[in-house]
């Protein structure tokens, strides 16, 4: 991976600069099916914030309590993660990440848009199954949806035939979208990101545990939203 020059470091961070320096520190080339692993980091990586803003009951029931709010600092840390995930696997498919956020997406700090979730899916299950979910008031139950409707474009698995583009497309408008509400940028998301990569560069980011084949929380939960047919048939 090419390295960026020190006037590069020095002005604002864009997409596809983030893109690269995020591939600096990852180490799922490695494995033999590196999409995969990347796959499975994501899922884990939005299950564990769900089991830090819901509590362990989450994962057991289709009821769905009130979400905690994170802290501004969490939030920016645990969405950069998910950032991290999905500009790897844009990256695997040989895409720049700009292909899929664009300067206004990139810079923004507020959103004036429909937050309704169902306005931000492509598949055709999770839209008429997840709609009334709002990014106001459940950003991370709204941002699980999304990692599961990428996870199944991937697969695939066919609940509405989203394709993969449109899935990524839906991903990083999410994570927008929640770092707006906060009046976060997805570039201060990303900077932040850099930031704590910087500290750990000689770690992997990828969780490499899931090699061992364990479960995905977020595969548990899915399992009960697709225990209810679609409008109750």
Same mark, same amino acid.
């Given at each position: 991976m090419d390295r960026l020059s020190?006037?590069?470091?020095?002005? =604002?961070?864009?997409?596809?600069?983030?893109?690269?320096?995020?591939?600096?520190?990852? !180490? !799922?080339?490695?494995?033999?099916?590196?999409?995969?692993?990347?796959?499975?980091?994501?899922?884990?990586?939005?299950?564990?914030?769900?089991?830090?803003? !819901?509590?362990?009951? !989450?994962?057991?029931?289709?009821?769905?309590?009130p979400e905690r709010q994170?802290?501004?600092?969490d939030l920016e840390g645990e969405l950069g993660d998910?950032?991290?995930?999905?500009?790897?696997?844009?990256?695997?498919?040989?895409?720049?990440?700009?292909?899929?956020?664009d300067t206004d997406m990139w810079q923004r700090?507020?959103?004036?848009?429909?937050?309704?979730?169902?306005?931000h899916v492509s598949s055709r299950w999770y839209k008429e199954n997840c709609y009334d979910y709002n990014f106001?008031?459940?950003?991370?139950?709204c941002l699980a949806v999304l990692v599961a409707q990428l996870n199944d474009a991937l697969q695939p698995i066919d609940l509405g035939e989203a394709s993969m583009e449109s899935a990524l497309q839906n991903l990083f408008e999410g994570i927008s979208i929640a770092a707006n509400l906060r009046n976060l940028s997805l570039r201060q998301v990303a900077d932040s990101n850099i930031a704590k990569l910087a500290?750990?560069?000689?770690? =992997?980011?990828?969780?490499?545990?899931?090699?061992?084949?364990?479960?995905?929380?977020?595969?548990?939960?899915?399992?009960?939203?697709?225990a209810t047919p679609i409008n109750g048939e």
């Open positions: 020190s006037r590069e470091r020095s002005e =604002p961070l864009s997409p596809d600069d983030y893109q690269v320096r995020a591939a600096a520190t990852a !180490y !799922y080339q490695n494995f033999k099916k590196p999409l995969g692993v990347l796959e499975q980091g994501l899922a884990d990586e939005i299950a564990e914030i769900l089991l830090e803003v !819901y509590g362990d009951g !989450y994962w057991t029931t289709s009821a769905e309590p994170l802290s501004l600092n998910i950032l991290w995930y999905g500009s790897q696997i844009v990256r695997v498919y040989g895409k720049n990440l700009s292909t899929f956020i700090q507020q959103f004036t848009g429909e937050t309704s979730l169902g306005e106001v008031d459940r950003p991370t139950v500290e750990r560069s000689r770690v =992997p980011h990828t969780i490499t545990h899931i090699a061992d084949g364990l479960p995905s929380l977020v595969e548990r939960k899915r399992s009960l939203w697709l």
